[in-house]
């Protein structure tokens, strides 16, 4: 009897715990359910930090260190400290807002992307990472929910130059970068310096594997496969690598009209078919590697004078560094070729701007891919086209990235344009993502 009596007792204890979880459970789980942004303080705040840097053309020039630049940084911080963060600028510039959690001593999850932009681009390039990362914590504390981890948004140091001030967190920002002149037309130092920062105690900023719970950024597609097919979240599943060269083309500046064509040493007629051979290169082999020379410059640059001296852009990219260095062996050997044959002389000259290729997280791909699920959302696996500040975090935290569609595909343009259901879609996902993550 006594046995029956306390198995009687269990099994109703028991019950009761079962029930109590159940009920509980349920009930919290409930309460994140029906959590959700608000989407047109998203809208309104994305068309507010465009007015910093606004273009005739409708799009922004928000170059990092720029004084737009500056100006929006200061609307970022206001927006984070109505959201209740406490703000840091570190040493290289980066705006960190910091929300506390239960357990004070766990890593933070990070969230977060940039708010510069490239000469005469759009409105939600990195802009949206940031808005939607700050309304996610305002979400949160409008009501009154503390996560169990500390949690970070990341506000990076000119993303458009060369991943700036993710490179400074993962302890690869070196003097030479530093050195770099940026879209301002300032050296990345003295724009570090411009923005709070203090480019002399740069380590101070590295972080180390552990530090970080987790990163995840929200972006717009800045291509056409999500609204092609008409998919609404894009689960990022590696960012590819880049590569950028100074293309020095050397030949002779000579009077145009006494010079005959064959006695010519031609730097644009170089330049010209070395452009030609990148796009032959990159097209050439399988995959999704792309090559563009984007920016030249020519000397002495009148027309009745044959160019002699011409400083061109080279970029590659691709998922694979391999790759990479395989193209641009292929395209050196191309201008070997090129240099013989117009009497130039060509040397290339390696940018310290480069990004590694980066594979995401799989199980943060996999919490992403259950909240779109949870949120009546389609979504796909997919590469990412273009670099982020992801790809630097991912060497050292686990890290994932949310697309959202760009209508036309249509980036760094002032014609960029992501919907406003677009926009609140992604900062759902990205909410959810956070609290499976902290859990």
Not at 110 to 123: A, E, Q, T, Y
Not at 133 to 159: K, M, S, W, Y
Not at 259 to 287: E, F, K, Q, S, Y
Request: glycine share 10%.
């Amino acid at each position: 009897m006594r046995r029956s009596a306390v198995l009687r007792r269990v099994i109703f204890t028991g019950t009761l715990f079962f029930c109590w979880v159940v009920f509980f459970g349920s009930q919290s789980f409930s309460q994140h359910e029906k959590l959700r942004v608000n989407a047109n303080r998203i809208k309104q705040r994305i068309m507010e930090l465009a007015e910093f840097g606004k273009t005739q053309q409708g799009g922004v020039s928000r170059v990092a260190f720029s004084e737009a630049n500056i100006q929006g940084r200061n609307y970022i911080v206001s927006l984070m400290k109505e959201a209740g963060l406490k703000i840091q600028i570190d040493e290289a510039g980066n705006i960190i807002g910091q929300r506390k959690g239960k357990e004070p001593k766990l890593p933070p999850i990070l969230f977060g992307s940039h708010i510069d932009s490239v000469p005469n681009g759009g409105k939600y390039d990195g802009a949206l990472g940031v808005i939607g990362a700050i309304e996610c914590v305002q979400v949160l504390d409008e009501n009154g929910i503390v996560t169990r981890h500390p949690l970070e948004v990341v506000v990076f140091t000119d993303e458009e130059g060369g991943l700036v001030g993710s490179r400074a967190m993962i302890g690869e920002l070196t003097p030479e970068a530093l050195e770099v002149v940026s879209h301002s037309g300032k050296k990345v130092r003295d724009g570090i310096s411009a923005v709070g920062g203090n480019p002399d105690e740069i380590s101070l900023v590295m972080r180390h594997k552990g530090e970080i719970k987790a990163f995840i950024e929200i972006h717009i597609e800045q291509g056409s496969v999500l609204e092609t097919k008409n998919i609404d979240i894009g689960i990022v599943e590696g960012i590819v690598g880049i590569n950028w060269w100074d293309v020095l083309i050397e030949g002779f500046s000579n009077h145009a009209g006494t010079t005959p064509m064959d006695m010519r040493h031609d730097a644009l007629l170089a330049a010209a078919h070395l452009i030609i051979a990148v796009n032959r290169v990159a097209t050439g082999v399988p995959g999704r590697q792309v090559g563009t020379v984007g920016r030249i410059q020519c000397e002495p640059g009148a027309p009745n004078v044959i160019p002699g001296r011409v400083v061109m852009s080279l970029e590659l990219r691709d998922l694979s560094a391999k790759k990479i260095n395989t193209l641009y062996e292929k395209i050196q050997k191309e201008a070997k070729a090129i240099a013989e044959k117009t009497k130039t002389k060509i040397s290339f000259t390696p940018i310290d701007a480069t990004a590694v290729p980066a594979p995401t997280d799989p199980q943060i791909s996999k919490f992403i891919a259950e909240a779109a699920q949870e949120l009546g959302l389609t979504s796909i696996l997919m590469p990412s086209g273009a670099g982020h500040d992801a790809q630097n975090i991912a060497r050292i935290a686990p890290t994932g990235m949310i697309f959202v569609p760009s209508v036309g595909g249509i980036s760094h343009s002032p014609k960029e344009y992501t919907r406003p259901e677009d926009m609140a879609n992604g900062a759902n996902v990205l909410l959810f993502t956070i609290l499976k993550i902290d859990q």
